[in-house]
């Protein structure tokens, strides 16, 4: 039979995982925002440079092809950094709820903690 002391600690244990999973969420959001505004820089990025070499009769078209390229892998890297931020947080997600689950996944061992902090280049409401 459960003591009143461990009733407390599960409870308190529960309230704490449900407040960082609620941040790590929070954090995905923000980071999917961050995507997004990549994203829309790019677009921007690469209309901007189409239109430029377009007008641009002294390169080749495997040089403008280059220049585009170069622009898009930029923009998939920033990405897939993103992205994989983004994964680790829903580790951390999946650690907490297989840690809640009586699994007795430590979160500390497989996953690393989550700092709360995003990183971004820019305001998430600029262009």
């Not at 994964?87 to 951390?92: G, I, L, P, R």
């Not at 689950?101 to 995003?118: F, L, T």
Request: glycine share 8%; proline share 2%.
């Amino acid at each position: 039979m459960a003591t009143f002391m461990d009733k407390v600690k599960k409870l308190s244990k529960s309230m704490v995982d449900s407040g960082a999973k609620t941040m790590l969420k929070t954090d995905v959001v923000f980071l999917e925002r961050e995507i997004k505004t990549r994203k829309q820089q790019f677009g921007v990025e690469i209309y901007d440079l189409m239109e430029s070499l377009e007008d641009d009769s002294e390169l080749s078209v495997e040089e403008k092809e280059g220049r585009i390229r170069l622009s898009f892998d930029r923009a998939r890297k920033d990405i897939a950094v993103i992205q994989a931020k983004i994964d680790c947080k829903q580790d951390e997600m999946n650690a907490i709820d297989a840690g809640s689950d009586g699994v007795g996944v430590s979160v500390s061992s497989s996953v690393p903690p989550s700092a709360g902090h995003i990183i971004m280049d820019s305001h998430p409401g600029g262009h």
